[in-house]
C-alpha cells in the first residue's frame, strides 16, 4: 500500500524551527517529486516547497517561506525534510507532503495524487 506519513508539528514560539519528515512505504520515494503543501482554516492549500526526483536536485520554495524553509530528501531512508525557521504566526496551518503525479506547477494540488495525512504546526506565544 502506498502511503506517506507526515511527522514533527507540533506548538513553537515565533521565531522558532521545527523539522517536518515525510516518510513513504510502498513505493521508492526517489522516483517522486515531493511537495509539501499547507491549509489553514478557511484558506486554500497552498504550496510551500518542492523538491525534484532524486535525479533532478531542484527545489523551489513559495516567497513567503523562501529564505526561512529548506527542503531535503534522503532517499535511503525514504524521506523528505522540510526545515522550517524563524516560524512567524503566519505559517499556522496543517502541511501535507505529497508526490506529484502529473506534469505541471509545482505547487499546484491538482498536480499531485500520494497525500499524507497532514501534521499541525502551531505558531503561537
Known amino acids: 500500500q502506498l502511503q506517506l506519513v507526515e511527522s514533527g508539528g507540533g506548538l513553537v514560539q515565533p521565531g522558532g524551527s521545527l523539522r517536518l519528515s515525510c516518510a513513504a512505504s510502498?513505493?521508492?520515494?526517489?522516483?517522486?517529486?515531493i511537495g509539501w503543501f499547507r491549509q489553514a482554516p478557511g484558506k486554500e492549500r497552498e504550496g510551500v516547497s518542492y523538491i525534484s526526483s532524486s535525479g533532478g536536485g531542484y527545489t523551489n520554495y513559495a516567497d513567503s517561506v523562501k529564505d526561512r524553509f529548506t527542503i531535503s530528501r534522503d532517499n535511503v531512508k525514504s524521506t523528505v525534510y522540510l526545515q522550517m525557521n524563524s516560524l512567524k504566526s503566519e505559517d499556522t496551518a496543517v502541511y501535507y507532503c505529497?508526490?506529484?503525479?502529473?506534469?505541471?506547477?509545482?505547487?499546484?494540488?491538482?498536480?499531485?495524487?500520494?497525500w499524507g495525512q497532514g501534521t499541525q504546526v502551531t505558531v503561537s506565544s
Open positions: 510502498g513505493f521508492t520515494l526517489g522516483n517522486y517529486a
Open positions: 505529497a508526490a506529484k503525479s502529473r506534469i505541471g506547477s509545482w505547487n499546484n494540488p491538482v498536480n499531485y495524487y500520494y
